[in-house]
């Protein structure tokens, strides 16, 4: 099966200006979920998805960050305005809707904030 | 609320050598638990999962892990390591929530292979 696809895998903006990253899921996979990656530490859940409506969103900086899934298929991830401390690895992953099932990771984007 | 610790930052070991990488978890319930392994520019690639059941899982690439739960423990290990496995480790724990999957991931451990 094809894996979950991100785009684009790399980016270099200036802070306060905006960006955005691309996440297409494996194909069936009813639940979204984009991880932030700082350098050296663990992936943190920005935002979750069952099909189109967020489970979870609780630790995504509202006030600059936003993502939507529309149709329940793809998901884009936007910051703006971006901060030095954005710089991070961007994480997309997809589950099945049932419990027992792991997560399937895509390469991620890694953004750097100047 | 669910978190994970791995207290070691850094491990070193020869190639050959055997590996044990530590993971404890806090959970209110019987958790899901799975270690991830991530190298150097690459997303994460799932290498084993325990759900319920035999406490001893095996996973891919010759790694196991065992489920304590009296030490909240879900260590991994590999008896003879070989030189590509030197990359980033990270132990998570997960529940189902009733609508969905929630993971939550320790700050990893990062394996180093001499030769």
């Known amino acids: 099966e094809a894996g979950v696809a991100q785009s684009p895998r790399y980016k270099i903006i200036e802070k306060r200006q905006s960006v955005a990253f691309w996440c297409n899921p494996i194909?069936?996979?009813?639940?979204l979920y984009w991880y932030q990656q700082i350098l050296g530490q663990g992936p943190k859940l920005l935002i979750q998805?069952?099909?189109?409506?967020?489970?979870?969103d609780s630790q995504l900086p509202k006030d600059r960050f936003s993502a939507e899934r529309l149709k329940g298929v793809d998901s884009t991830l936007k910051i703006q305005p971006a901060k030095l401390e954005d710089s991070a690895v961007y994480l997309c992953?997809?589950?099945?809707?049932?419990?027992?099932?792991?997560?399937?990771f895509g390469n991620g984007t890694r953004l750097t904030v100047t | 609320a669910q978190s994970v610790t791995q207290p070691d930052i850094h491990i070193t070991v020869s190639e050959g050598a055997s590996l044990e990488l530590r993971c404890n978890y806090s959970y209110g319930a019987t958790p899901y638990l799975f270690w991830y392994v991530q190298s150097p520019g690459q997303g994460l690639q799932l290498l084993l999962k325990y759900f319920s059941g035999d406490t001893l899982v095996q996973g891919i690439k010759g790694f196991e892990a065992e489920f304590k739960r009296s030490q909240s423990s879900f260590n991994l290990r590999k008896p003879s390591v070989h030189w590509s496995d030197a990359a980033e480790y990270f132990c998570?724990?997960?529940?189902?929530?009733?609508?969905?999957?929630?993971?939550?991931f320790g700050t990893g451990t990062r394996l180093q292979v001499t030769l």
């Open positions: 998570a724990v997960g529940g189902y929530t009733g609508t969905a999957s929630k993971l939550t």
């Open positions: 194909s069936g996979h009813a639940t």
């Open positions: 998805f069952q099909n189109n409506g967020v489970v979870d």
């Open positions: 992953a997809s589950s099945p809707p049932w419990g027992d099932s792991p997560l399937h």
